[in-house]
């Protein structure tokens, strides 16, 4: 059974930094697409950051520059690192996996293990 096991959110003012870390287990964890989402009460919920099986990165534009998507397959943990925290940044944080399609591409669809989240507050 897959689990995935979210920690590291808190409250921060704006400029701070936080890194959030995602436990896994159940699964071939360097074979799967994984990813960072954060949703706002009423909102969608938003991908900000990818990495896939061989290490390759992607950052929606709200996240681009200030956070950094990174793992670690021999201890099965994902990573977000967040800088220069913004107000707008204020979420739930929620970690996922799943397996990429046959060419190897993580669309949002691929997505079917998540975490329970953790939550980010960004004071201003």
């Known amino acids: 059974q897959v689990q995935l096991v979210e920690s590291g959110g808190g409250s921060v003012q704006t400029g701070g930094s936080l890194r959030l870390s995602c436990a896994g287990s159940?699964?071939?964890?360097?074979?799967?697409?994984m990813a960072w989402f954060r949703q706002v009460s009423g909102k969608e919920r938003e991908k900000i950051a990818t990495i896939k099986p061989g290490g390759d990165t992607y950052y929606g534009d709200s996240v681009k520059g200030r956070f950094t998507i990174s793992k670690d397959n021999a201890k099965g943990m994902l990573y977000l690192q967040m800088n220069s925290l913004k107000p707008e940044d204020t979420a739930m944080y929620y970690c996922?996996?799943?397996?990429?399609?046959?060419?190897?591409?993580?669309?949002?669809?691929?997505?079917?293990?998540w975490g329970q989240g953790t939550q980010v507050a960004v004071s201003s």
């Open positions: 996922a996996a799943g397996p990429p399609r046959t060419n190897g591409i993580c669309f949002t669809s691929v997505y079917v293990h």
């Open positions: 159940g699964y071939t964890y360097s074979s799967y697409c």
